[in-house]
């Protein structure tokens, strides 16, 4: 883009935003604040890259260093800033990666269904993916008629340590491998949908689908869903580094890297809830079937709400705010 329609298509902003540092304008929030520093910024990087010795980069400048102090500062001023990133930072920015979040259920969906199909055509298929020590202690279970006697032979206590810590390390790796250029997290979707796919085809072979459905998704429903949502911000930092844009790689590698633990950083909550329920709530195998679906379809709702529909609403009332 030519300078002078970079600066033509921007100036507003620009303008609007020196006002505030310069006290003319008051009326934007903290949050609305930094979103606008944070475009100025992306300005910024762009016209380093494109007019490097330009006044445009000059004034871009001057804007990002006497606002930075000023934002950050009223930011760290505000008590309520942990959950702000929650309720207001966050949303925003698992709006602009819908598409990761779809590619990362698709490819775990995908693969799913293909362990469960290798599960029916190839018995010996569980075995090499589940383990034969997991294989034959799950068929002892069965034979002495408690199927799911796995969840409760462990203390609650330590399960639910174990398991969240465990989760916790899997959803990093599913991030960190997308520095492979997104293959890395891809890979993490299909051997985790395949490892569930032949899981629950074992079941349904054993007469057992709807007896393992209603107790590994309780607390199943979170935790696959934010292993999921972890290889979504693994694409975010695969992609960021294949695909740079208007940025250098290595700013586009920064931003993607910032961006993508950011969407780690929100699932942590979610893995604890889904510890918690392994822990101490899925191993009540004797629950009825209406209060295990009430518990599933709550997991669900809560998670289709917060990284699909909630970004949705925040995202359209900031533009709203900004306008």
Request: aromatic residues 14%.
């Amino acid at each position: 883009m030519r300078e002078a329609a970079f600066v033509k298509q921007n100036k507003d902003k620009w303008l609007r935003f020196e006002n505030v540092l310069e006290g003319n304008q008051s009326d934007l929030s903290p949050d609305e604040l930094s979103a606008l520093y944070l475009e100025v910024t992306d300005h910024l990087s762009y016209a380093k890259t494109f007019y490097p010795k330009s006044k445009t980069t000059q004034y871009l400048n001057y804007l990002a260093s006497q606002s930075h102090q000023k934002i950050y500062k009223t930011k760290r001023e505000s008590s309520r800033r942990f959950i702000t990133f929650f309720t207001e930072e966050f949303p925003i920015l698992m709006y602009k990666y819908q598409k990761q979040l779809l590619l990362s259920f698709a490819t775990f969906l995908i693969f799913c269904i293909i362990g469960a199909y290798s599960a029916a055509t190839d018995g010996a298929y569980v075995r090499s993916i589940l383990g034969d020590g997991y294989v034959n202690m799950t068929l002892e279970n069965i034979q002495n008629n408690d199927p799911m006697r796995v969840y409760k032979e462990m203390n609650e206590v330590e399960m639910f340590m174990g398991i969240t810590v465990n989760n916790i390390r899997v959803a990093l790796m599913a991030f960190i491998l997308g520095i492979l250029f997104s293959i890395g997290s891809l890979y993490m979707m299909m051997q985790n949908g395949v490892m569930l796919g032949s899981f629950q085809y074992f079941f349904y072979d054993k007469g057992l689908l709807w007896e393992s459905v209603r107790t590994i998704w309780i607390h199943g429903t979170i935790e696959i869903s934010v292993i999921i949502i972890a290889g979504a911000a693994g694409l975010v930092l695969g992609n960021g580094i294949l695909f740079p844009g208007s940025y250098t790689r290595l700013e586009s590698f920064k931003r993607s890297m910032r961006d993508g633990l950011k969407i780690v950083v929100s699932t942590i909550p979610f893995f604890i809830i889904a510890g918690f329920l392994e822990g101490f709530v899925t191993r009540h195998t004797e629950m009825p079937d209406w209060l295990a679906i009430l518990i599933i379809s709550i997991s669900l709702l809560l998670i289709l709400f917060y990284y699909v529909v909630y970004p949705r609403i925040a995202y359209k009332k900031t533009t709203t705010s900004i306008k």
